[in-house]
């Protein structure tokens, strides 16, 4: 079946940019998104990109999406406090209805 | 559009008892989901569907969990009768679509 895989946790310093990255296994995905969940709140979709596309820039995000190694990675420019949350990355397979597939997510930590 | 609607925002039961959680997807999308978020299992899909009709059940976790979706705007999940491992937080979700957008969630405390 499919699978998503992240790091638990990442920490970087305001200001600086993060990168938060993403395999997954399915070759017949056809868009992998990326959602934001701060505490105690919802899932809230950041960007999402469709499988023949290779970058997507959106403000002080930007998606890189490697299909051969079926690798997807989030960066976030000029990091702030407010971008401490848990990131999700998540796929959608060819023929799987709507049907999402999360990874386990990614605390991201902002230091001052 | 007000997003994805749930009730209550918060239960607290008692072992046994009936919980029922209602979802209002947004207007127009044809899929509606349910998910599950707990520390140790991260976020599990419970059950979708589309046009009102249920289409993978697979992730409910046993007959005590069932889930109606009676009309294109409402659903519920109903768990009877309740345990406290159903402590969890409930997400609903809909898209129309490549897109899908989450609920607040209900946190449920089981007793």
């Known amino acids: 079946g499919e699978d998503v895989e992240q790091s638990l946790f990442l920490s970087v310093r305001e200001g600086d940019s993060s990168v938060i990255n993403c395999t997954y296994t399915?070759?017949?995905?056809?868009?992998l998104y990326w959602y934001k969940q701060e505490p105690g709140a919802g899932l809230q979709l950041l960007t999402y990109?469709?499988?023949?596309?290779d970058m997507k820039q959106d403000q002080r995000l930007t998606v890189l999406l490697n299909k051969k190694d079926k690798h997807l990675s989030l960066r976030i420019a000029d990091t702030q406090t407010g971008d401490s949350a848990i990131y999700f990355c998540?796929?959608?397979?060819?023929?799987?209805?709507?049907?999402?597939?999360f990874g386990t997510g990614t605390q991201l930590k902002v230091e001052l | 559009d007000a997003g994805v609607i749930q009730s209550p925002r918060h239960e607290v039961t008692e072992m046994g008892q009936e919980v029922t959680l209602r979802c209002k997807p947004i207007?127009?999308?044809?899929?509606l989901f349910w998910y599950r978020q707990t520390m140790m299992r991260g976020l599990e899909l419970l059950i979708y569907?589309?046009?009102?009709?249920?289409?993978?059940d697979s992730g409910m976790p046993e007959d005590r969990f069932s889930a109606k979706m009676p009309n294109a705007s409402f659903s519920t999940l109903k768990i009877q009768p309740s345990e406290p491992r159903d402590s969890a937080v409930y997400f609903c979700?809909?898209?129309?679509?490549?897109?899908?957008?989450f609920g607040p969630g209900t946190r449920l405390l089981v007793l």
């Open positions: 990109i469709f499988s023949n596309m």
């Open positions: 979700a809909s898209s129309a679509r490549e897109t899908q957008y």
């Open positions: 207007s127009g999308h044809d899929y």
């Open positions: 998540a796929e959608r397979s060819k023929g799987g209805g709507n049907k999402l597939t």
């Open positions: 569907f589309n046009n009102n009709v249920p289409i993978d």
């Open positions: 399915d070759s017949s995905s056809t868009y």
